[in-house]
Each structure stands twice: as structure tokens, then as C-alpha cells.
């Protein structure tokens, strides 16, 4: 398996099987919806659950997005380096060791693009069989 290293971030491709379970993970959805639905199940519930599906797939990826962009560790790292500060012991033995600074590691952080093709794809194909089904139908 080949891993990927960009900017300090670990990226390792997808599997075939992660790839295969997130490209089908819409229609397992809208099977899902379409099955729970209060509805009689149609035509128009599974194209429902579709679109919720995606719109699922879509949120996650926007979520993934900002925490693969470190969004939320700025705060972090600002909030230690002020309590750090605040703390002259540690900062006397950090003085007297030679760091200055916070030791760096390699976190693994989740594609987003894969689960946003997915989602905007499916999205998409719920949006063209709605017009057909509207149109045609």
C-alpha cells in the first residue's frame, strides 16, 4: 500500500472495498429509506432516499474538508501555547532543554474528494431521474 505525505498529512489511497462500499452506499440508502418510508414504496421514494443519500455523502465530505484543513487545530494549538505560557515552570524546562517549540507529528486524515465525487454524482443522477419522472412520467 503506498502512503502519500503532503504538507505534514498522511494520505493512504482507498481500498478497492472502501471504494466499492462508498460507491454503493447511496443506493444501499435509498433501498434503506425507500424500506422505512411511511410511504408506499415507489419509484419517487427510492429517487428520495437517493437524494438524501447524497446529500449525506456531501456534508461528510464538507466536514472532512475543514477538519483535513486543520480548521480546528488552530484553535487548539493557540489555546496550548497561551496556557503554555501562562505556566513558567514549563516554559523555564523548555528553556533549559532547548525546545522552543511544540513536537510535530503526522496525523492520517481521511480523503474528502472520493466521498465528494460520490455524493455530487449521486446527487446529480436523484436530480435528472426526478426531472424525468416529473417530465416523462
Known sequence: ??????????????????QTLLNLSPVLGACLYTLLSEKISSFLAWIDGITYSSLLLLMV?????????KFFSAF??????????LRKKEAYIREREGRKQHIGYQSRSLPFL????????????SLLLSFLYVFVL
Open 114 to 125: 472520493p466521498v465528494f465525487g460520490v455524493g455530487i454524482s449521486y446527487f446529480l443522477v
Open 61 to 69: 465530505s464538507g466536514v472532512l474538508f475543514i477538519r483535513n484543513g
Open 1 to 18: 500500500m503506498k502512503i502519500f505525505l503532503i504538507n505534514r498529512k498522511v494520505f493512504s489511497p482507498m481500498t478497492k472495498t472502501q
Open 76 to 85: 487548539a494549538n493557540s489555546c496550548k501555547r497561551f496556557f503554555s505560557s
